[in-house]
């Protein structure tokens, strides 16, 4: 059997929290008071009354995809048993989407 390989660890909140802290010299309960400004600004916008749309600098840009509804069909060929199936009607759906920005993709090069 091939030697396994460990995988690195997850970074904790804590220490997420630390080496932030350590880093800009700014005391771990500020830096937890900012990342919850951050996280609420973020639900601000993509909320029912914001924008929809939120972009973190130099990060990622955050929006909210409205999915239309569909409607019931009636007589659709499955195309694996070649049969015909009818299919229900879906409601409208919001979606959360995350698009990584030149910043964060030139990081993982």
């Known amino acids: 059997m091939a030697a396994d390989k460990a995988k690195p660890k997850l970074v904790t909140k ?18 937890s008071a900012v990342l919850d400004a951050v996280s609420e600004l973020v639900s601000k916008n993509i909320g029912k009354k914001g924008p929809g749309v939120i972009a973190i600098p130099g990060l990622v840009k955050i929006m909210v995809r409205v999915k239309p509804a569909q409607p019931a069909k009636k007589g659709v060929i499955n195309p694996f048993t070649k049969e015909l199936q009818d299919r229900p009607a879906k409601p409208a759906t919001k979606k ?6 030149k910043a964060l993709k030139d990081m993982v090069k």
């Open 14 to 31: 804590s220490e997420f929290l630390k080496s932030i802290s350590e880093t800009t010299g700014v005391a771990k309960k500020d830096v």
């Open 96 to 101: 959360v989407r995350v698009v990584p920005l």
